[in-house]
T-cell receptor
Framework: DTGVSQDPRHKITKRGQNVTFRCDPISEHNRLYWYRQTLGQGPEFLTYFQNEAQLEKSRLLSDRFSAERPKGSFSTLEIQRTEQGDSAMYLC????????????????FGPGTRLTVL | KQEVTQIPAALSVPEGENLVLNCSFTDSAIYNLQWFRQDPGKGLTSLLLIQSSQREQTSGRLNASLDKSSGRSTLYIAASQPGDSATYLCAVRDSSYKLIFGSGTRLLVRP
């Protein structure tokens, strides 16, 4: 399977615990995105990497959230001191390097990690 | 601030019917628009990508159109099948790289 993969698929944790999610993008995709989706809503942007550089962060990404993409390959999203409001589906997407001046490349999504905070 | 709206929120149709899903956005300065399908509890599957310079894209029984000036896109599904039942999401990309999504249309195709 050469698509975007995410691990774990499901995570149940107690309030106050730390959790970490991993995303492996499609090979050679240089852009990687994290989104969060709550029930009945569309995904909301959290953060974006181009290679290893984190170029944009949403205001939704509080100081309890941190994302990394060492070496520009896989990425991790960590949530510290989880709260019940963090319960959601966390989606990762990647897109290929675009031609110069082009912004039009598709984003391809992984299966998501469903987080439940008790 | 870009806002994306999808109407209707839910739709139930008998098998075989042709149907149209609507998406509107408030800022016409977009780079592209993507339509996605999402099955319950699953990730998003990209269906069609329309660049800002394009008017429509087709894939099989799906046809998506884009009217940037009026801030609208439609997804046309021909000869609907029960397997088409899912949530359909549209998303626009502006000058940043992030996608801004609507809340989706939940489609049920009845056998």
């Amino acid at each position: 399977d050469t698509g975007v993969s995410q691990d774990p698929r499901h995570k149940i944790t107690k309030r106050g615990q730390n959790v970490t999610f991993r995303c492996d993008p499609i090979s050679e995709h240089n852009r990687l995105y994290w989104y969060r989706q709550t029930l009945g809503q569309g995904p909301e942007f959290l953060t974006y990497f181009q290679n290893e550089a984190q170029l944009e962060k949403s205001r939704l990404l509080s100081d309890r959230f941190s994302a990394e993409r060492p070496k520009g390959s896989f990425s991790t999203l960590e949530i510290q001191r989880t709260e019940q409001g963090d319960s959601a589906m966390y989606l990762c997407a990647s897109s290929p390097r675009s031609a110069s001046g082009s912004f039009g490349y598709e984003q391809f999504f992984g299966p998501g990690t469903r987080l439940t905070v008790l | 601030k870009q806002e994306v709206t999808q109407i209707p929120a839910a739709l139930s149709v008998p098998e075989g019917e042709n149907l149209v899903l609507n998406c509107s956005f408030t800022d016409s300065a977009i780079y592209n628009l993507q339509w996605f399908r999402q099955d319950p509890g699953k990730g998003l599957t990209s269906l069609l990508l329309i660049q800002s310079s394009q008017r429509e894209q087709t894939s099989g029984r799906l046809n998506a159109s884009l009217d940037k000036s009026s801030g609208r896109s439609t997804l046309y599904i021909a000869a609907s099948q029960p397997g088409d039942s899912a949530t359909y999401l549209c998303a626009v990309r502006d000058s940043s790289y992030k996608l801004i999504f609507g809340s989706g249309t939940r489609l049920l195709v009845r056998p």
